[in-house]
């Protein structure tokens, strides 16, 4: 077809966008014998591109409200020089522990464990944190999933039933408890409970507006690119709680019916790229950017 060529290059772009070639990584294939089976509800939520970034911005936002995350962040990352490396490696590990072998998935936990291991610190005031607490890592894995699901929600699916988002997160528990997160939710509710019995301890400050400064306004190069990542960063925030967003004390430049059909559009064109239509629903082989496509 005559947009063939077009639909190839949107592809190898996003592909660049989360793979390192550098370091000769490749998309992750869908395989049957991966930690999750082919018809959970986490193949699904897991393999949109738009939906996974938006949801994942939104986690980060939230998740940094925590002083022990954020201090996590601040004192073991790199975040300034290579923020857009760390939504990269995010996104891989979520690809490899949904899609790829069982095998490969354990080991990127593995992995992952090590490193929580041997970090630690102490917050501003001299309160000691360990980036393996259990409790610590339960917010990181309930911030993550719900915006995951949330962003899935309002981009792909609308009316997804409440049983089918109960499910997700009890299959996300899977990977959450394998990382030593406690306690985890298991339905919707309990992760909305979860959420706000955590809201006391939960601050920002200046340190919390660098990092989501960095979030909000990163580059990854290409003009074309940059701009759909605008759209979906303030997408991110947008989906963030009400009292979320009075925390982090700032607002996309974009009015949110702007912001919402910007994300929608891309959302949309992206997945033309991957299966030939806007429609994610309805296609069994879906859009990712974990998957290479047959014949690109």
Known sequence: MILDPIRAAIRRRISDVFNDADKGERPVLRRADALFPPDSVAWRVNGDVVTMMIGGVSGLLLQMLHPAVLAGVWD??????????????TAKFIAVTTYDHAEAGQAAIDKVNRIHAKLGGALPDGTAYRVSDPALLAWVH???TISFLDAWIRYAE???????????????????????????????????????????????D?????????????????????A???????????????????????????PRPVVRAGALTTARF??????????RRTHGRGVTTFERPTGS
């Not at 030593?180 to 909305?192: D, I, N, V």
Request: aromatic residues 6%; neutral net charge; glycine residues 6%.
């Open 158 to 204: 609308p009316a997804m039933p409440r049983a089918e988002q109960d499910a997700y997160f009890d299959e996300m528990a899977r990977v959450g408890q394998a990382l030593g997160a406690s306690p985890l939710p298991r339905t919707r509710a309990e992760a909305e409970a979860m959420i706000e019995s955590f809201r006391p301890v939960l601050r920002a």
């Open 76 to 89: 073991h990352s790199d975040f300034r020089a290579d923020m857009h490396g760390r939504l990269r490696r």
């Open 270 to 279: 992206i997945r033309w790229a991957f299966d030939g239509s806007p429609n």
């Open 142 to 144: 309930v911030t993550e």
């Open 228 to 254: 759909a990542a605008g759209v979906i960063m303030q997408a991110g925030f947008d989906l963030l709680p009400p009292w979320a967003q009075t925390m982090h004390g700032q607002r996309p430049p974009l």
């Open 206 to 226: 200046a340190r919390t507006r660098e990092v989501a400064d960095m979030v909000m306004r990163q580059r990854i190069g290409a003009p074309a690119v940059d």
